[in-house]
């Protein structure tokens, strides 16, 4: 790392616009991790970065710099060429981690968290005993998962909600995992990219959360230290995203699908519509009883969608699949013949939840995984107001209350209730009745008029059927030049079709 310049320097000279050097930016990541970089400087750093930007160049170099802050991964060198992850943006009833990377593993690809560390010499180094799996050929996937804050959920919190699941894994721990099971799924490891952790602390109160650069490079240096090969990215965008418009949305997917694609990973993003939740549930304890829908084949068609449209790709990026059609009907498959479900029930027990607990999980009736997750003490049914034609169900308001009654957090470690959680009853072009329920909540408090009156506001009725709704993936970002994985992964085939919402 450079020899650290003058920070009130380096501030003065992005606030007026100029471009930073790659060295300069170097020095700014080095004070940030190594503490010599005061807060007040660094917030006035991160405002001039909200303000005036940053061009390709900038952001690619402060992407570098903070994957070079801490630990990077290493892993067998069979495993090569083969490393995919998946990132989303977050949303309401974003559950689609818990059926992705079971049925990805189910298709032959290993799922996993951290694993390796960095030597003296900054060199990665494996794991202790490390081997390489029984089928090197097959795709690895690193994917580290997050925990809710504001009205997103998040994996981790989902599958916490699991009694026993314990998200923190030694890299032999998860070692083992992903050689026997397939997939893993923990949090992030508190030595990778820690310049990350202190910036998107202070990102959160110095109101420059949004900025483009900013973003990516906290995305993609964490997928960086993974040393991946292939990322699919899940952009969000509407009211409950914190891009509103697909305009804006395709701005940060660009900038994602172009710097991954210079740090050497193979990378893809879909744009996604988040204005109504997610399937029909949102809770964690419920979001976990809907992926389980979805491993049996079943559940709602957009989570559905969703799961096999990313993980067709990463099939396709990787070389399990010709084309991107083609991985999306092997993802279908595995969810279709219990292969993904079987494969999420082994990796419940080899991240410590009891045999018996996993098996009525996964395989028990609908009853016995209510008393596995239990349930709220009180589930409130809300009558539609008058009758009408439902034109939306708002997804901001709904989690804002839901987060209001204990299912999220306003801080970090703040605790949650895991069994707070709505579920949808009615889909956009029904028709209600006035007085019909359309809105169950489950809770362990009391809703009162104030709650009430802001979900009954999230049901938008009108007296007529609405027209067919936009598709909820809207596009594909694809990056420029010939399409699919490396010759030696396998044989490119057609791209994807685009999905265009203009």
């Known amino acids: 790392m450079a020899a650290q310049a003058s920070l009130p320097v380096l501030i003065g000279k992005k606030r007026d616009g100029e471009q930073l050097e790659e060295e300069e930016i170097q020095s700014f990541v080095c004070g940030v991790t190594d503490g010599t970089a005061q807060q007040g400087q660094i917030g006035a750093m991160l405002m001039a970065i909200r303000l005036r930007g940053m061009d390709a160049v900038e952001t690619l170099a402060l992407t570098r710099a903070m994957a070079a802050s801490g630990r990077s991964l290493a892993w ?28 990805l593993a189910a298709c032959g690809c290993k799922v996993s968290g951290v694993v390796g560390g960095t030597g003296a ?30 009205h997103t959920g998040g994996t981790l919190d989902k599958l916490e909600a699991i009694p026993g699941f314990c998200v923190s894994q030694s890299p032999e721990q998860m070692q083992s995992i992903l050689e026997r099971v397939g997939c893993c799924i923990v949090g992030q490891s508190e030595e990778l990219v820690p310049a990350d952790r202190v910036l998107y602390a202070l990102r959160d109160v110095t109101a ?92 709602p068609s957009d989570l559905r969608e969703l799961v096999t449209t990313l993980g067709g790709l990463l099939l396709w990026q990787c070389g399990l699949a010709g084309a991107a059609e083609q991985g999306q009907e092997r993802l279908g498959q595995a969810l279709d013949d219990g292969s993904a479900l079987r494969t999420f029930e082994a990796m419940l027990g080899a991240q410590g939840v009891p045999p018996a607990t996993a098996r009525h999980l996964c395989t028990g009736t609908p009853t016995q995984r209510c008393q596995v997750l239990g349930q709220a003490s009180v589930r409130e049914e809300l009558p539609a107001p008058q009758g009408g034609w439902v034109q939306q169900v708002e997804a901001l308001p709904l989690a804002h209350v839901l987060h209001d009654l204990g299912a999220g957090r306003a ?70 030049g010939p399409p699919g994985p490396p010759a030696e992964a396998g044989t490119a085939g057609a791209p994807p079709a685009r999905r265009d919402g203009r």
């Open 121 to 150: 010499d900054g060199v990665p180094t494996a794991p202790p005993n490390t081997h390489v799996p029984t089928h090197p050929s097959h795709p690895q996937v690193p994917m580290i998962s997050g925990r809710g804050l504001g």
């Open 76 to 103: 067998p060198p069979a495993w090569q060429g083969l490393l995919v992850d998946k990132h989303s943006t977050g949303g309401v009833g974003d559950k689609v981690s818990l059926a992705l990377a079971p049925a």
């Open 208 to 299: 420059t959360v949004d900025s483009l650069p900013l973003i990516t490079a906290s995305i993609l240096s964490k997928k960086a230290a993974e040393q991946l090969s292939a990322l699919v990215l899940d952009v969000k965008f509407g009211s409950a995203a914190l891009y509103p418009t697909l305009e804006s949305a395709r701005e940060l997917a660009q900038s994602l699908v172009a710097v991954g694609e210079q740090l050497g990973i193979r990378t893809a993003a879909v744009l996604s519509r988040m204005d109504q939740p997610l399937g029909r549930c949102v809770g964690n304890s419920l979001e976990v009883l809907e992926a389980l829908e979805c491993l049996e084949g079943g559940g």
């Open 411 to 480: 801080r970090a470690g703040d605790p949650i209730n895991p069994r707070v959680g709505a579920e949808l009853l009615v889909a956009v072009g029904q028709r209600l009745r006035e007085g019909e329920p359309w809105l169950r909540v489950h809770h362990d408090g009391v809703l009162g008029a104030g709650r009430r009156g802001a979900l009954q506001a999230a049901l938008r009725l009108a007296p007529g059927p609405p027209p067919a709704p936009p598709p909820r993936l809207a596009e594909i970002i694809l990056p420029p």
